[in-house]
């Protein structure tokens, strides 16, 4: 299965506490991201009529982040923020909640990576799941 999820990927990273025990995402931006991974993720499968793979998947993730305009031509990896491994986190999250699993500790293989959006790309991701048999 492919989700293409469109928009400025954002990190889950860490937690603060607010009181009273309570704690909250340090970053604004994350439940937005996660909400639009879930609704393509749930689209997908309403679409395609597919069910919550039951077994071990694999899931590739590429990120597509806006190039900073201030940024030499010459640089073409991305090596700034966010850290790689907080937008895979988001993204898995927002796929269980999307029901493209049960759980994401399903997912027994995880390939990320992330690249600046040029030319026709915009920001966003392309997941890719493959279900691994049970």
């Not at 492919?2 to 860490?14: D, E, H, M």
Request: charged share 25%; net charge positive.
């Amino acid at each position: 299965m492919i989700i293409v999820v469109r928009g400025t990927p954002a990190p889950q990273g860490s937690k603060r506490h607010v009181g009273g025990g309570r704690m909250i995402e340090s970053s604004k931006a994350v439940g937005p991201w996660r909400e639009a991974v879930r609704a393509q993720c749930q689209l997908r499968m309403d679409k395609s009529g597919l069910t919550p793979a039951a077994g071990a998947v694999s899931v590739t993730i590429e990120f597509y982040l806006l190039r900073p305009k201030s940024l030499p031509k010459r640089v073409a990896v991305h090596m700034r923020q966010p850290d790689l491994d907080k937008l895979g986190r988001a993204v898995l999250d927002g796929l269980t909640d999307g029901g493209a699993w049960l759980d994401d500790r399903q997912v027994n293989q995880l390939t990320l990576s992330k690249c600046y959006a040029t030319g026709n790309v915009t920001p966003g991701c392309t997941i890719r799941i493959e279900e691994n048999g049970s």
